[in-house]
């Protein structure tokens, strides 16, 4: 199958997530199972940032993670045998954040698929803004 685009009404067929907890705006690159790319437009009107700080917004790195999950999720709900399922969180590992994620960012969102094992899968996840590492985590996908 060649590589996917898919808008966020798309992405709301495939994910059971829905506002304000759909975290990515559109996908611009999936490859069934292996990989998929997104992003996620990030706005002063986010309800996090009421509290997350109104002095200073800054996107919570959970959420970050959360839409890393959610891109990499889509890439494997795509495949055939997983249709119409969901993807959990197994696991994350080696978390790090790099560079505050703030209102008017567009965060490009990446998850390779690099292991499966029966409904297990372990994608490695990139976060990026303007060419410049936001975060990053290994994580464990279940498909249930």
């Known amino acids: 199958m060649s590589a ?8 709301q067929q495939i994910l059971p997530h829905r506002y304000p ?3 990515v705006d559109r996908l611009t690159h999936c490859e069934p199972g292996i990989r998929a790319e997104g992003i996620k437009c990030v ?3 986010e309800p ?8 200073q917004k ?25 249709k119409g399922k ?22 490009h969102l990446s998850c390779e698929i690099l292991r499966r094992r029966g409904p297990m ?5 990139i976060a990026t803004v303007d060419g410049q590492l936001a975060a990053k985590a290994e994580l464990t996908f279940a498909i249930g």
């Not at 996090?48 to 002095?55: N, R």
């Open 48 to 55: 996090y940032f009421v509290g997350h700080f109104p002095q």
């Open 86 to 107: 969901i993807a959990f969180f197994g696991g994350i590992k080696q978390a790090r954040f790099k560079r505050k994620v703030v209102p008017g960012d567009v965060l």
């Open 43 to 45: 706005s002063a009107g």
């Open 58 to 82: 800054v996107m919570p790195g959970v959420l970050i993670i959360e839409a890393l999950a959610q891109v990499g999720a889509v890439a494997l709900l795509l495949e055939e045998e997983n």
């Open 4 to 11: 996917l685009q898919l808008s966020a009404d798309e992405i």
């Open 121 to 125: 899968g372990i994608g490695q996840a």
């Open 21 to 23: 907890f759909l975290m």
